[in-house]
């Protein structure tokens, strides 16, 4: 039994190392995310009306994703080792599929 509740306060004490560690890298990202949009908003402002009708949609868009991000980054409750991997992976992904669309907006603009 001692043994058991030594192996459960490692695990724990490794899910908060990682946990602190994944959450620092994604709120990294996110607001890299977040300072690239508030540049091409201000971009956005001072161009043509035809550069501005292609794009700030876009970007509006995306910047609902980035606030869904962080609210969901926020709100997170560990739930076990497989709900946690799962949810690394997904979120991983999301915040990568928001910075590369950031991205491609700012190498598409014309």
């Known amino acids: 039994v001692t043994q058991a509740k030594q192996e459960l306060k490692d695990a724990q004490a490794q899910y ?23 540049e091409f908003k201000a971009e956005i402002k001072t161009a043509s009306a035809k550069f501005k009708a292609k794009y700030e949609k876009e970007v509006i868009v995306l910047e609902k994703k980035n606030i869904e991000l962080k609210k969901k980054i926020s709100e997170y409750k560990y739930e076990g080792q497989d709900k946690w ?13 928001v910075g590369k669309a950031i991205k491609d907006i700012f190498t598409k603009k014309d």
């Open 16 to 38: 908060e190392s990682e946990w602190k560690q994944f959450r620092s890298d994604v709120e990294l990202k996110i607001n890299a995310n977040e300072k690239r949009i508030d």
């Open 85 to 97: 991997e799962e949810f690394k992976k997904a979120f991983n992904y999301d915040v990568d599929v």
